[in-house]
């Protein structure tokens, strides 16, 4: 064998031989307090009103999956949101403040969006028929979804240059609205006011002041229609990208308690047309750190001028103008979904809306088929696996390698969520637990065991045997993309194909079991969750 052969050979040997590269680390859980905690039903996603000729980039990607015009008696759709047992959802998006709704005395005809060149985001108004309120409501009911509502903010007002706009704010058409639903028994959680509105604005933009006060305007009627009410809904604003004047002043003018959640917009991503440097932000650390610091800035606005409130991520799709196509509807779209859902927890936030179930690129569903996208696989196992209580990890690993954990939900336990970013590292992971620390006092050093071991046996409960006499097994979530392509529609837990079943099921999520001395590695570009559910952490009791 010449030389050339054997170049030829390692060369095509070469990337296996990297993508066995190990890396051994150590992860930090400090089990004896939470740091933060979610809404139990920390997953929303949103349903948007694009009609099918909104289009970017040369694609028209919205088909048929409006508000307006989805079709609501899919058993797919039907199947994908009863899956989740509470999925929140949002309905709202950038034509939500030209829509009027047809009850009442209109001052305006009820006809569907059409373009419109000088039109707010190049359409016309459109409207919600109530008759079609009534199917949506339907679906909601049959589902046990939970509804927030995003109201027309614009209604009444007028033009005062190319996006600001002024005046009161006419509620008339919202309050009948509102009436309408109450009448009919529909049950919304939440009343959200506007939709991209704050700071510069999305196309158009309001004064805080004069938002503030339309807010408090908002809050008196939800009070008068629901008076009757043990419970009202919540009043969620400014629905917007993050300004932090801007929300400073809506705090400050709307008062304590008007306000129950500031809701705001993150597409970190950039545009959804740069196809391989979208892929390229999704697995670059320092890239997804960025973000960090909207998070941050949020919570010390709240904490100074609204304690009061609560934060939510009202609308997130990663890249913006539709998601990018085969990226935002395939595997690599995950490591980005995943990772912001840990760090948003992180950073005190209590619900996560995801642009959007189905619509666009970056639809948990497909627009065509209705199927689940791998998104939809990754939202779904978050919601079942990830409890409330959001606990610290520290780590020596490389910033590659994203670690976050939660108690596990509705159980005992504790869930690691592990995100390897890296094309080429495997990395071992030695995990121990700040709490149990102190029992290693008084051991020799060359007697030493692995502190998370130690304490899921010092403090699991057995009936009828002693907990050493146990084997104690954890479960593992392993995701990876068919064919080892990121860019691939099919996500893989465990090595198999997640697809529905033959009656348009969602499947079963089962994890493997393993030993729980026996090692832990994530591979390269991959996912894992790990349940050890015999751990009782002191912060998950």
Not at 478 to 491: A, N, V, W
Not at 502 to 512: K, R
Request: net charge neutral.
């Amino acid at each position: 064998m010449d030389f050339r052969t054997l170049l030829l050979i390692f060369l095509a040997l070469c990337p296996a031989f990297l993508a066995q590269t190990g890396e051994d680390t150590e992860l930090m859980i400090d089990t004896s307090v939470k740091i933060a905690w979610t809404d139990d039903n920390y997953i929303c996603a949103t349903l948007d009103w694009w009609p099918k000729e909104k289009c970017n980039y040369k694609q028209c990607p919205w088909d048929l999956a409006s508000i307006i015009n989805l079709d609501l008696s899919h058993p797919f759709l039907e199947n994908a949101i009863q899956a989740f047992k509470g999925l929140r959802l949002r309905l709202g998006g950038s034509l939500q403040d030209q829509v009027i709704y047809g009850v009442g005395n209109l001052k305006s005809s009820c006809h569907p969006f059409t373009k419109q060149r000088d039109g707010l985001f190049g359409f016309s108004k459109g409207c919600l028929h109530m008759h079609r309120w009534d199917e949506l409501n339907n679906l909601f009911k049959k589902t046990g979804a939970l509804v927030t509502f995003g109201l027309n903010a614009l209604y009444g007002r007028r033009r005062i240059n190319r996006h600001a706009w002024g005046g009161n704010w006419d509620s008339s058409n919202a309050l009948d609205f509102i009436k309408y639903t109450v009448a009919k028994g529909y049950q919304i959680h939440s009343w959200e006011f506007g939709n991209e509105l704050s700071g510069q604005g999305i196309g158009a933009s309001v004064n805080a002041v004069q938002y503030g006060k339309d807010v408090i305007h908002l809050h008196n009627l939800i009070d008068q229609v629901y008076k009757n009410f043990d419970q009202r809904p919540l009043l969620l604003a400014p629905g917007g990208f993050y300004s932090p004047e801007w929300f400073s002043k809506l705090l400050e003018v709307s008062g304590p308690g008007i306000v129950n959640v500031l809701t705001h917009h993150i597409y970190n991503l950039g545009p959804g047309s740069e196809g391989s440097k979208l892929v390229d932000k999704v697995l670059n650390p320092q890239y997804l750190n960025k973000i960090s610091d909207t998070f941050g800035n949020l919570t010390q606005t709240i904490k100074m001028k609204g304690p009061w409130a609560s934060a939510w991520v009202g609308e997130s799709g990663g890249a913006y103008n539709s998601g990018g196509p085969n990226v935002s509807n395939a595997f690599v779209d995950s490591f980005w979904y995943l990772d912001q859902l840990g760090m948003a927890a992180k950073h005190h936030t209590k619900v996560y809306c995801r642009q959007t179930l189905i619509g666009g690129n970056y639809g948990l569903l497909d627009t065509s088929t209705f199927v689940p996208n791998p998104d939809y696989y990754s939202a779904l196992l978050w919601h079942r696996l990830m409890g409330k209580e959001v606990l610290d990890v520290s780590s020596n690993a490389s910033p590659y390698l994203r670690s976050y954990a939660h108690c596990t939900k509705d159980r005992a336990g504790v869930t690691l969520l592990l995100i390897n970013l890296s094309n080429q590292i495997q990395y071992g992971v030695n995990i121990q637990s700040s709490a149990y620390t102190s029992l290693q006092v008084g051991e020799k050093k060359n007697h030493k065991k692995n502190a998370f071991v130690h304490g899921l046996k010092e403090t699991v409960s057995w009936v009828g045997s002693k907990s050493s006499d146990v084997t104690l097994y954890r479960e593992e979530y392993h995701l990876t993309p068919e064919g080892g392509d990121l860019q691939s529609r099919t996500m893989l837990l465990n090595g198999k194909p997640l697809q529905l079943t033959e009656t348009g099921d969602i499947p079963s999520l089962t994890p493997v079991l393993k030993n729980i001395e026996s090692p832990i590695s994530v591979a390269p570009l991959s996912i894992k969750f790990i349940v050890f559910p015999n751990f009782n952490s002191p912060s998950c009791r």
